[in-house]
């Protein structure tokens, strides 16, 4: 099956530094990415969904300068975590969809797990 | 917009139990259907994808139905083993994929 990276799968950071969190898809081109976040106990809940070569749109109550999402090619979006703060520490998971499979199938990544200091 | 609701939040089980998982959702112009399973502190494995033309799919000892008219999707787990202990997630595929909260499952030996 069709495969996605996430890297890095683990971060520590200091509160107000910058956090970028890259997501591959890596045998297949993926026109769409998507962004989810999910906190301790929690379900996964869609950030904001990229479209190679356009802004990304995100969901309502994500901050788009805080959570900066580039989507320059067709396998590989970035998410960069701006001047983050513990409230940030989450797990980052994206997903690829695959257009030319069938039923529009995404694939997820490993995920990232951040934590602000 | 798409609200997916899982339950029970958690269930305990002996080992060898048959169980259901239920799922629904509320906007039935879906793509496809989605299970998963999540370790703790892990990503997610995907077990079961139903495309909205489908009913069920299967395998191994699990087997998801889809009911896109009414919004409900359930997973049965056959013969459970501690091993399934685990958080399902079900997901919902339209332009997107919207997530239930889970259901916690812990099977004992």
């Known amino acids: 099956g069709a495969v996605v990276s996430q890297h890095p799968s683990r971060v520590i950071c200091k509160s107000g530094t910058s956090v970028k969190i890259e997501c591959r898809s890596l045998d297949f081109q993926a026109t769409t990415m998507f962004w989810y976040r999910q906190f301790p106990k929690q379900s996964l809940m869609l950030m904001a969904t990229?479209?190679?070569?356009?802004?990304?749109?995100?969901e309502q109550g994500v901050e788009k300068d805080k959570f900066l999402i580039n989507h320059a090619s067709l396998t590989l979006s970035t998410l960069t975590v701006t001047s983050a703060h513990p409230e940030d520490s989450s797990f980052y998971i994206c997903?690829?969809?695959?257009?030319?499979?069938?039923?529009?199938?995404?694939?997820f990544g490993p995920g990232t797990r951040l934590t602000v200091l | 917009k798409q609200e997916v609701t899982q339950i029970p939040a958690a269930l305990s089980v002996p080992e060898g139990e048959n169980l259901v998982l239920n799922c629904s959702f509320t906007d039935s112009a879906i793509y496809n259907l989605q299970w998963f399973r999540q370790d703790p502190g892990k990503g997610l494995t995907s077990l079961l994808l139903?495309?909205?033309?489908?009913r069920e799919q299967t395998s191994g000892r699990l087997n998801a139905s889809l009911d896109k008219s009414s919004g409900r999707s359930t997973l049965y787990i056959a013969a459970s083993q501690p091993g399934d202990s685990a958080t399902y997630l079900c997901a919902v595929g339209g332009g997107d994929m919207r997530f239930g909260a889970g259901t916690r499952l812990t099977v004992k030996p």
């Open positions: 990229s479209n190679e070569g356009s802004k990304a749109t995100y």
């Open positions: 997903s690829a969809r695959w257009t030319s499979g069938s039923g529009n199938e995404q694939f």
């Open positions: 139903i495309q909205s033309s489908q």
